[in-house]
């Protein structure tokens, strides 16, 4: 089974920038998240989708981030301006479905981004 | 709201020794937790999970966790300790009871084993 995919691995841009990050998840899985993993600290919800629905948006600074999954497939998060905070590890993880709370969820390898 | 304290930064320990990464959680109802193992450069890898029933959970690796429910705790324990264990650990739960609220994780714990 291939695993979640995550691109690009690395990126640097200034601050006011933007950049965009793409997840393709595990084929079948309904839910897919986005995750910001901060140096030193744990991974945060930033966005969680169920198919090409939004569930939960409720930590997504929504003036600079965006992030969509049109087909209820691959996702991109997109963050416009970047600012020096954002600098971070951008995880993409997916789920069988949200019907149950037990369900593992699958990572990406992450995409770390730095803003100069 | 759920939350999860993981009190250690760092756990040092000698190969072949026991080893112990502790977790504690808050949560309104009756909680699913997980652990989860981060190795450099990669995502997040399972290694275990509560949901219900026996309270000793076996993972993973070697790994096993323990339900506290009083202490509302969920240790990590690994009974001799690997090299290759060093990683970054982290204690992740959600309440059984809450509809689709996102799981929550702990700062996360640098285990480091020492040959």
């Known amino acids: 089974e291939a695993g979640v995919a995550q691109s690009p691995r690395y990126k640097i841009i200034e601050k006011r920038q933007s950049v965009a990050f793409w997840c393709n998840p595990i084929?079948?899985?309904?839910?897919l998240y986005w995750y910001q993993q901060i140096l030193g600290q744990g991974p945060k919800l930033l966005i969680q989708?169920?198919?090409?629905?939004?569930?939960?948006d409720s930590q997504l600074p929504k003036d600079r981030f965006s992030a969509e999954r049109l087909k209820g497939v691959d996702s991109t998060l997109k963050i416009q301006p970047a600012k020096l905070e954002d600098s971070a590890v951008y995880l993409c993880a997916s789920s069988p479905t949200l019907s149950s709370g037990a369900n593992v969820l699958t990572f990406g390898a992450g995409s770390r981004l730095t803003v100069l | 709201a759920q939350s999860v304290a993981q009190p250690e930064d760092q756990v040092n320990v000698a190969e072949g020794n026991p080893l112990t990464v502790k977790c504690t959680y808050s949560?309104?109802?009756?909680?699913?937790l997980f652990w989860y193992v981060q190795y450099p450069n990669r995502g997040l890898q399972f290694l275990l999970k509560?949901?219900?029933?026996?309270?000793l959970v076996k993972g993973s690796y070697g790994f096993e966790a323990e339900f506290n429910k009083s202490q509302t705790s969920f240790h990590l324990k690994k009974p001799s300790a690997l090299v290759s264990d060093s990683a970054l650990y982290f204690c992740a739960v959600r309440d059984r009871n809450s509809g689709n609220t996102p799981l929550v994780f702990g700062k996360g714990t640098r285990l480091s084993v020492i040959a």
């Open positions: 509560y949901i219900t029933g026996d309270n």
């Open positions: 949560v309104s109802g009756n909680p699913y």
């Open positions: 989708f169920q198919n090409n629905g939004v569930v939960d």
């Open positions: 084929s079948g899985h309904a839910t």
